[in-house]
Structure formats: structure tokens, C-alpha cells
């Protein structure tokens, strides 16, 4: 049976996640994700993304837009698993715009999860560029299965987070780690006049990325 794109961006995930380690590794623990959780953090953000990368200025550097707030969706999802282990109930997940736009990735995080996210991060990125690779050209073909790019947005964001989430899983937490304080935030959403005014298309321009070359340009890529 054919399968249609955001079939392939999920299998994409589940192939690339289990080539590198981030899934199949022996889980210390399972915890619950509460029904919609994920869609609607994902559909938040993905829709403030879409209103700014909607800018005409914008529109050709999307890959480079959307790569960095799938790293940081990626670090959303091991922040997610690592909080809920510790004991906290996380009923929605907040997210920060600002932060999504600069790629920050397991920022409440201790430095041994860092590092456990930086080590992954090739292959995340690698990941994403298969993935983005799938909405390119005509889009007649995305829209005739019943989709729009959006929804491929959608799809890879969802994929990054929940890599985190099962990476953080196999992670062990020690005693020390286990007393970082969980703090519930608001969102910080997309302001048309600050962020109009804050970036420039330049920000977001690599030039001649190829997969299997993001250790050359991670530096470029996450200014």
C-alpha cells in the first residue's frame, strides 16, 4: 500500500530515530501523555510559525525556520519526559517563540541531558532535512492527498518531540537532578511588530546544506 507524505515523514522519523539510538535503547521508565497534549503544542506553535514565515521576505528560507524550532520541539519533548518522571503532572506544554526562532534546545535542563540532546543532534538534523525534503516542489501532490504544508509542519514538529521524549526515557536522573524545580509558563507567542522589526531574512539563509553535512554547518545553522 502506498503510503502518502505525512506517512512517509513519520516513517522517516521511526527509520532515522532507530538508526542513531534515540529509539530501541532499554527504558528506565513509561510515563502517561495526556490525550492532545502534543497536537496541541505542536498546533500552537506551528500556527505562529506559519504567520511569521508567511512574510514574504521570509517565504525561501523556510527550511532553516522550521529546522530550528524542530530542535527545539526535540528539547521540548526530552524536557516534557524528564519533568513528568521527576514527579510534576504537566496538563499543557507552553512554548516560546523567541526561543523557537533561535533553535534553543533543553534549556531547564541539567548538562548531562544537554549533552545527551547535543550528541543526537546530527542525526535530529539529518532527520529533518529527509523529512523537509518530502514537502518540496508542486504542492498538487500534498493537497490532492487531502493535506497542506502545514500539515507536513505539523507532522515533523510532532516526530522531533516525541524523539525527545523517548531519548529522555532511557536516560538515567540522579538524585541531584531530580531537584530542579518545574515551573509552569505562559506561552510567548508571536508579535507581528517585534518580530518584524527583530529578524532579518539573512538569519535564516544556508547555503548548499546536504544531508550528512550538518556538523560542518551547525554552527551557521544555530547562530
Known amino acids: 500500500m502506498t503510503m502518502n507524505t505525512l506517512e ?18 532499554q ?23 506559519f504567520e511569521f514565515q508567511t512574510l514574504e521576505q521570509f517565504d525561501p528560507t523556510s527550511f532553516n525556520l522550521f529546522g530550528r524550532a524542530f530542535m527545539y520541539v526535540y528539547g521540548k519533548g526530552v524536557e516534557f519526559a524528564f519533568f513528568s518522571r521527576i514527579g510534576n503532572k504537566i496538563s499543557t506544554i507552553s512554548y516560546d517563540f523567541d526561543k523557537a ?5 533543553g534549556e531547564k535542563l ?5 549533552f545527551h540532546i547535543n550528541r543526537k543532534s546530527s542525526a ?19 493537497i490532492s492527498e487531502g493535506f497542506g504544508f502545514p500539515d507536513c509542519v505539523a507532522t515533523i514538529l510532532t516526530e522531533a518531540f516525541i524523539c525527545g521524549k523517548e531519548l529522555c526515557l532511557t536516560l538515567d536522573i540522579s538524585n541531584e537532578e531530580r531537584q530542579i524545580v518545574y515551573v509552569e509558563e505562559q506561552d510567548s507567542s508571536y508579535d507581528y511588530d517585534n518580530y518584524n522589526q527583530k529578524y532579518k531574512v539573512e538569519d535564516f539563509k544556508i547555503v548548499n546544506y546536504s544531508i550528512g553535512k550538518f556538523d560542518d554547518i551547525k554552527d551557521r545553522f544555530f547562530k
Open 101 to 105: 526562532m533561535q533553535g534553543i534546545c
Open 8 to 25: 512517509k515523514i513519520r516513517q522517516i522519523g521511526t527509520d532515522k530515530a532507530f538508526e542513531n539510538g534515540i529509539f530501541g535503547g
Open 124 to 142: 535530529m538534523l539529518e532527520m529533518y532535512c529527509q523529512m523537509f525534503d518530502l514537502t518540496k516542489g508542486p504542492q498538487e501532490k500534498i
Open 27 to 49: 527504558k528506565i521508565e513509561e510515563i502517561n501523555v495526556p490525550n492532545g497534549l502534543i497536537d496541541d503544542f505542536v498546533e500552537r506553535l506551528k500556527d505562529d510559525l
Open 110 to 114: 541539567s548538562d548531562h541531558f544537554r
